[in-house]
């Protein structure tokens, strides 16, 4: 019996086997600090938890439409559209089981095997992955380390576009880099995308965690809302990774066709938990702003044991809980000339846990970094202390 002719299109989260390998050291009785999770070790708050509950005593237990339920939609199209300066309307709401299934649903709606969609790499690996098991052309574009971060190459993604490209992949705030564009860029990429009539997801993943100041949004750039799909979660400012839920939001041509997909890959999301949504977005908000102080701590303490450790300097990031050091020296100092040989040392001589940047997509040749990346999201503060100095010892040890 055979299997299907595309599969081996198909991609993963290589990052998973980095949670298997840090597994089987903690078996052999190994403390492990685990910087490789994308996840939050943190518990939803309550008000969710408890708005849950009674959503399935109130019996909303079985199915719903397959664009989700109307109280949410309106919720979601309010706080999405006000949080970004534009005015969305209930009809323009996809709820989705996760942030996730957009990618893959908003490709299906846009994309004919053969054409071109630009992405970011490094980047979430789900991108290229998508795009090349639905028989498009996956095309990466990258980024320049400055002092303060990371800058879109827009060069190479100008001189990247042909007359196949039909949309570009934006995540700002950027996994597993940490970038966030300036005015300029996103401006930027706003032209590319209207002077190619480009079709564009917006990965807006972490739009909300962010520890200082406020965040921008390429929809509110006049010509972009029509042309802009915005992947939106729970998962990550209520610390319901595991929960799935989430929506994409955009022009209503493109969510009758994905909500179309939902009927025939879920039906729907699940019922109970879409009226918390609404809890989670309009009730007390103590639980997430407890959230987001949390994760500012540790980000403060990863970033300063970091920069202590001879070769590292890394700017501190305005949101996302990763950091993405360059680890040339380190590299350099340990003889080593493939980051995994970092990653495996790290785990074995210090029981450090993390990934590489070999994990966030195809490295393109001409790449000759070496990056690592730290999740701050599933280790506590106490943790990190204790780990950095530990690491400090293994990457400064000759
Ligand atoms: C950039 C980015 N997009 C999308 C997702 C998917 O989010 P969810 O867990 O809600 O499916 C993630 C998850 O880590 C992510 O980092």
Not at 31 to 51: C, M, Q, R, S, W
């Amino acid at each position: 019996m055979q299997v299907s002719k595309q599969l081996h299109k198909l991609g993963t989260e290589t990052a998973f086997a980095v949670s298997a390998q840090a597994t089987r050291w903690a078996e052999k009785g190994h403390k492990v600090y685990p910087f490789h999770l994308g996840d939050i070790n943190l518990a939803t708050p309550e008000n969710i938890v408890d708005a849950t509950l009674k959503a399935i005593r109130d019996g909303y237990t079985g199915y719903c439409p397959a664009n989700g339920i109307l109280p949410l939609r309106e919720a979601l199209a309010h706080d999405v559209g006000s949080k970004r300066s534009v005015v969305y309307e209930p009809s323009q709401v996809s709820i989705q089981p996760g942030g996730k299934p957009t990618i893959g649903k908003f490709i299906s709606a846009i994309m004919n095997p053969g054409d071109e969609v630009l992405y970011p790499n490094p980047g979430y690996p789900i991108y290229e992955s998508q795009i090349e098991y639905q028989g498009g052309n996956a095309i990466p574009y990258g980024y320049v380390e400055t002092q303060d971060g990371f800058d879109i190459d827009l060069d190479r993604l100008k001189s990247s576009i042909t007359d196949k490209t039909v949309a570009l992949i934006y995540n700002n705030y950027q996994n597993p880099i940490t970038a966030e564009s300036s005015i300029a860029e996103m401006e930027a990429i706003a032209e590319i995308a209207i002077e190619n009539d480009l079709w564009v997801l917006a990965d807006d993943a972490y739009y909300e965690m962010i520890y200082e100041g406020d965040a921008r949004s390429i929809v509110s750039i006049p010509g972009m809302k029509e042309r802009t799909i915005i992947l939106y979660t729970f998962s990550k400012k209520f610390a319901m990774t595991g929960w799935r839920v989430g929506g994409a939001i955009g022009p209503e041509k493109i969510m009758n066709i994905i909500s179309k997909l939902n009927v025939n890959a879920e039906s729907c999301t699940t019922h109970f938990i879409q009226y918390a949504m609404v809890e989670a977005l309009q009730g007390d908000s103590s639980g997430t702003d407890t959230i987001l102080a949390t994760l500012k701590e540790r980000r403060d303490a990863a970033v300063a044991g970091l920069n202590a450790i001879n070769g590292i300097q890394i700017p501190t990031p305005r949101s996302t809980f990763y950091l993405f050091p360059n680890v040339n020296e380190i590299m350099k100092h340990k003889g080593f000339n493939r980051v995994e040989q970092l990653q495996v040392g790290a785990l074995e001589n210090a029981n450090i846990s993390f990934c590489t940047r070999e994990h966030f997509g195809r490295p393109s040749s001409d790449e000759t970094d070496y990056f690592i990346r730290f999740a701050y999201s599933g280790i506590t503060t106490d943790d990190i202390n204790e780990g950095m100095v530990k690491l400090k010892e293994y990457f400064e040890f000759s």
